[in-house]
């Protein structure tokens, strides 16, 4: 005859199970969120990249923004040094804003009443400080315009509530806010947390990954970066293209 199992061998057999289980699965989705971290330091670093290959062909200017002209999309500027779209999307982005699979991504001549510009094409955003049409009508629209570029902060990843844009508001954040405009500033700022809604700050591990003005991409936590030096005109910390070298 065989000898069976008894049923306290069972619930043990089944205990140890759920215990390894308990165990286990917090490491392995802290090593899945560590490849999304991984993952989408790489895309920055490129897009970092092809930014400064941008400012080299284009006489030191960076590229515009979707404002005033949705056609000056910067992810489509650069794609002469990039050729790929799929860098753009970030393993970290889970925002559903992104376009049904078959919809045509729009080119620099759609229309601006397009309804494809209603769609997410771009889990990052561009600071608008940087941009021709925007944050001082193009006083840093340069790289040489920048006192220390490797320290102002150029690129980030989207909330996922973010309506579709490509460019953040650095000059609306804050209390008071750099820039007057009651409508941004509640669009682009929590005064309740004194943080922004623009960027997913909290992405990986607390922090998020971010392209500086140079090109180079590294990790930082929106406490280390989100500071204020008015006596220097300094109202966004890392954010700031006046920021000349302090980083917290």
Known sequence: MKKAFTLIELLVVIAIIAILAAILFPVFAQAKLAAKKTADLSNQKQIGTALMMYATDSD???PLTSFPSKGNNWPM?????????????????????????????????????????????????????MSGAYGGNGTYATVT??????????????????APRDHFHGFYWGTPAESTSGFMQNLTWDATKNETKEIKL?????????????????????????????????????FDPRNEGRTN
């Open 77 to 129: 500027q650069c794609q002469p040094y990039i050729k790929n779209f799929d860098m753009f999307r970030s393993p970290g982005d889970a925002s559903t804003l992104w376009p049904p699979v078959g919809v045509q991504r729009p080119t620099p001549d759609t229309p601006a009443g397009d309804s494809r510009w209603n769609y997410r094409w771009s889990s990052y955003l561009l600071s608008a400080f």
């Open 202 to 238: 909290g992405a990986f591990s607390g922090g998020a990954n971010y392209a500086y003005a140079d090109g180079h991409a590294k990790f930082g936590k929106w406490t280390q970066l989100w500071w204020r030096d008015l006596p220097k005109s300094i109202y966004a910390g890392s």
């Open 145 to 162: 315009s920048l006192p220390s570029p490797a320290n102002v902060i150029y690129v980030v990843l989207a909330r996922d509530d973010v």
């Open 60 to 62: 030191d200017y960076y």
